[in-house]
């Protein structure tokens, strides 16, 4: 609590102090004790209400005319007062009292009565002018229209008296009972009609505020009719009713708050548990109109280029803060808006729920923005992967090429001279010996250059496939190899080199890890669209997870992750390893198969 409403607070508990000590002991309030009760409860509820709205909804001025109440309650409280002028300025206050509190509940949640308010509200006026304020100028004793407060036989002389007029005062009398009956029961429809034709979330608002008022409003009518009008006074159990409906009516005010924001968080709960699942902006308008109770509630969006809102279909959306038509809400980041929410104007009483109805919206809509901006990533990454695999292929084909086509039929046509230097120089020769020799470290180098050519890319997969680079791969292998290949056919370049190299490197790696005595095993097959491969060995095994892995598993997984496809690494340590993946040769769009390990 901030120091401005720590000293509120402080003086608002002084004030109530000193009321219930006038009241105590000034000797003129016919039941000290339930008035004082009453006027330290009103004024200390009333200054807690007037708080809570302050801080609860800052934007509204109905905080401070709660505050104003509590002060003009305190004014009341000098009727208990043996002193008359201080008497005449309680009654006074009494009366301000009286339709201060009328206007709060004609006005709520606002601060202006509109439409019937208004005429209540004179209505309640015309009682104190036509009523109430003659009877202080005509009577030699002070009316006091609290029933609990009113004065016995130690009334104070009046100051203000201008004619005693005894017959007068009594006309005055019947005539501010009578406004006053009209008054109760005026405020009571009012506030009845005003419960019944509101919304949802108006109703909920306004509901606590009509059950704390109208016991006491009750009370209230009842008593101008029965004592001002039949004469008859009230008793003992009239009065205490009369105290008891008085305490309870300002928690109404703080209550409405209170409920306010439970429902507000009951809102948020329940749009943060159905916007799971990134629903469409239609979805979230839909919901919003459900939770808001207002079907002609609307989504806007900003357009940062254009610098205006649209709707969820594109067309521009105005939104004019002077018009009366539609009042909105604007949510975003910092001073930057992002969307809106067009909405009812009464739900303008109603801040919290707009509020946590524009946040989850905003959420909800900033969730669905940032994953599609993931998938974006996702799909410009995986097609940077299968550019950079692919462009490794093609340079790999272009390196076995110039090798084939360049260096070595170069090689190949020196060896041809270096056999015609031979025959020149004669076999038996020292000369010819040495070029013998020569020739044959030549033919090594030679092969050495077709093994390496091969290996960057192997002719046989580009021109036969997948299935007879793989039986080749199969026969210079020197581990002993168990193969069960299938014809899986021809597919695309890039996936019939992602699964060869695969093998191969699998291949390798069981040749270096699995220990000398291990034994592969090589399957190819194919199932419908997908085409599977399957390296296995029963060697020493290892730990699958990605802290154990080795750059050929790395390498093997990117490969398979950039066409689209999957590798599974099943192994523990002992029990060999087998890898597995699979391959959509015609990807549809947005298919992706995960690196799963196991």
Known sequence: MRKPDLAIAAVAVAGACAAVVVITT??????????????????????????????????????????????????????????????????????????????????FPGVRPTGAGRLVFWIACSAFLFGGLPQVLASKTLPNMVVIGECTHACPANPAL??????????????????????????????????????????????????????????FTANAVISGLIGVHSGVGAHAAFAGTRIVLPLGFIAALLFARVYAGEALAVMASRIVGLPSVAAVEQLMRRVLDDPHAQLAFWLPRREHFVDRHGARVVLDPASKEKTWRAFGHGDSHVLAIVHDPAL????????????????????????????????????????????????????????????????????????????????????????ASLGAEFDEALDELRSVAHGIYPPLLAEAGLVAALHEAARRSTLPLRVAIEDVGRFAEDREAAIYYCCLEALQNVAKHAG????????????????????????????????????????????????????IVRSAPGEGAMIEGRVVTEALDGEVLDVIDA
């Not at 302050?54 to 009341?76: C, D, I, K, N």
């Not at 043996?82 to 009286?98: E, Q």
């Not at 008054?183 to 429809?189: D, K, N, R, T, Y």
């Not at 086509?405 to 001279?417: E, S």
């Open 162 to 219: 201008l004619a005693a007029s005894a017959s007068a005062a009594q006309d005055f009398r019947y005539v501010e009972s009578s406004l006053q009956a009209v008054w109760g029961i005026g405020l009571l429809v009012f506030l009845a009609t005003q419960l019944a034709t509101a919304g949802f979330p108006r109703r909920r608002l306004l509901a606590p505020v009509f059950a704390a008022a109208a016991p006491f409003l009750a009370i």
């Open 516 to 567: 000398n005595d291990a034994a592969a095993s090589l399957r190819l097959w194919r199932g419908g669209r997908v085409v599977h491969f399957a390296v296995s060995d029963n060697g020493v095994g290892f730990d699958p997870q990605p802290a154990g892995r080795g750059a050929g598993l790395t390498n093997m997984a990117d490969r398979m992750g950039a066409v689209g496809g999957s590798l």
């Open 348 to 435: 303008s009483d109603d801040p919290e729920l707009v509020d946590a109805v524009g946040a989850t919206a905003l959420l909800a809509l900033e969730n669905r923005r940032l994953e599609q901006d993931l998938v974006d990533s996702i799909d410009a990454l995986r097609a940077s992967q299968r550019r950079l695999v692919g462009a490794a292929s093609s340079e790999r084909r272009k390196i076995e090429r110039d090798l084939h086509d360049g260096v070595q039929q170069k090689l190949v046509a020196l060896r041809i001279h270096l056999e015609l230097a031979l025959e020149l120089a004669g076999g038996e020769s020292g000369l010819g010996s040495r070029l």
């Open 26 to 107: 000034g000797g003129v309030a016919r039941d000290t004790s339930a008035f004082a009760a009453v006027l330290f409860a009103n004024i200390v509820t009333f200054t807690v209400g007037g708080l809570l709205w302050r801080h609860g909804r800052p934007s509204s001025f109905f905080g401070y005319l709660l505050l104003g109440e509590a002060f003009l309650v305190f004014l009341s409280s000098l009727v208990g007062s043996s002193i008359p002028t201080l008497y005449l300025i309680g009654i006074l206050g009494a009366w301000a009292a009286a339709l201060g509190l009328t206007w709060l509940l004609l006005a």
